[in-house]
């Protein structure tokens, strides 16, 4: 079976810094998604990882820890079109996805 | 290329009626699926694809069926519509050239009164 977790609810300042975290435990593993998704839309692909370590690319960045099932996305400079659900989501040939995790970006 | 697309939009069942969600691609991928995202909920797979003739079970087929008879489209009918069927159902493909990423449909949302 899958299990994924990530936390619900993330509320941080404009211009800050937020880390969500997304911890796994899974039958199978190729990699690791992160996904965007605006209220009301479709999600939108924002990174893969597949070997531990850091990926950056851009504003964002996301880390992979195979050994700890763990992964962590860091969004960097926060601005309010990044008000969104972010899902985290395990690579097993298919995707099973997290609940998600919504940040609210205020002024 | 327009990506994956979905119609309708939205929809309003009644208990019992039948419907099909269309779902078609222009970008050639092997791969895809069916998804429903319930409020705060993330997405549960229904049905995937690996190409045209072969489809499987997802985590959530119950209630639901598919057929893929071309690479470009992928329907997925609901027979007995019951209210626990009220989502946002998601359509997505992919293939190994774009590394396994899910490229998602604009989403139906769907409403089973």
């Known amino acids: 079976g899958q299990n994924i977790d990530q936390p619900t609810e993330m509320t941080a300042t404009e211009g800050a810094i937020v880390q969500i975290n997304c911890t796994y435990q899974?039958?199978?593993?190729?990699?690791l998604f992160w996904y965007q998704q605006h209220a009301g839309e479709a999600p939108t692909f924002l990174s893969y990882?597949?070997?531990?370590g850091l990926e950056e690319k851009g504003r964002f960045s996301s880390f992979l820890s195979r050994s700890k099932g763990y992964s962590y996305l860091l969004l960097k400079e926060l601005q309010m079109k990044d008000s969104a659900s972010y899902l985290c989501?395990?690579?097993?040939?298919?995707?099973?996805f997290g609940a998600g995790t919504t940040v609210t970006v205020r002024a | 290329n327009a990506g994956v697309t979905q119609t309708p939009k939205f929809r309003i069942l009644k208990i019992g009626q039948s419907m099909t969600l269309q779902c078609a691609q222009d970008?050639?991928?092997?791969?895809m699926y069916w998804y429903r995202q319930d409020p705060g909920m993330g997405l549960k797979l229904i049905y995937y694809?690996?190409?045209?003739?072969?489809?499987d079970k997802g985590e959530v087929p119950n209630g639901y069926n598919v057929s893929r008879s071309t690479t470009e489209d992928f329907p997925l009918r609901l027979e007995l519509a019951a209210p626990s069927q009220t989502s946002v159902y998601f359509c997505?493909?992919?293939?190994?050239?774009?590394?396994?990423?899910?490229?998602f449909g604009p989403g139906t949302r769907l409403t089973v009164l």
């Open positions: 997505a493909s992919s293939s190994i050239r774009t590394g396994m990423t899910q490229y």
């Open positions: 899974t039958s199978g593993f190729n990699g």
């Open positions: 990882n597949v070997l531990d």
């Open positions: 989501a395990v690579d097993d040939y298919k995707l099973s």
């Open positions: 970008m050639n991928h092997n791969y």
């Open positions: 694809s690996v190409g045209a003739g072969i489809t």
